[in-house]
């Protein structure tokens, strides 16, 4: 159920591809052209997971799903809520909290980083496909 969930960015354009890459190799060691940034990355999330499927009006469970800037506004807004130990208690995880706050502050970090360069103008949203997967 839910096993492995996160975000997923490709480049639609030459421009959203260099973005990527460059963001590639700023967090990580290396960028082997494969045109795609994933972070937010959660395993055995369930409550979370449970939240972002409803908040984004996701019919179907399993998949991946575009989303555009909007919606990854909406699940930085609920990983946000999620760093509230009553909120993360309240919800379905195979987790601890104090063990689970540093993968949620990650992908909060990473989700903010990519909204601010689209906000800066570094990268223009139309350059980039956002994808929430999902491996139910």
């Avoid at 460059?22 to 369930?46: C, M, P, Q, V």
């Avoid at 409803?54 to 699940?75: H, Y």
């Avoid at 930085?76 to 987790?95: G, M, Q, R, T, V």
Wanted: hydrophobic share 40%; net charge negative; proline share 1%.
């Amino acid at each position: 159920m839910g096993l492995e969930n996160g975000i997923t960015i490709y480049g639609r354009t030459r421009a959203g591809k260099a973005y990527l890459a460059h963001k590639w190799t700023k967090n990580h060691e290396s960028y082997d052209e494969i045109g795609e940034y994933s972070f937010a990355y959660l395993r055995k999330y369930w409550g979370l997971r449970n939240e972002i499927i409803t908040a984004m009006g996701f019919s179907e469970e399993g998949g991946s799903f575009e989303i555009d800037v909007n919606g990854l506004k909406d699940i930085l807004k609920i990983y946000i809520e999620f760093l509230n130990p009553e909120i993360f208690d309240a919800h379905s995880c195979l987790w601890e909290y104090h063990i689970a706050v540093k993968n949620l502050s990650q992908g909060i970090y990473e989700m903010t980083e990519i909204l601010a360069d689209i906000e800066a103008k570094v990268v223009d949203a139309e350059d980039l496909e956002i994808r929430f997967y999902d491996s139910y």
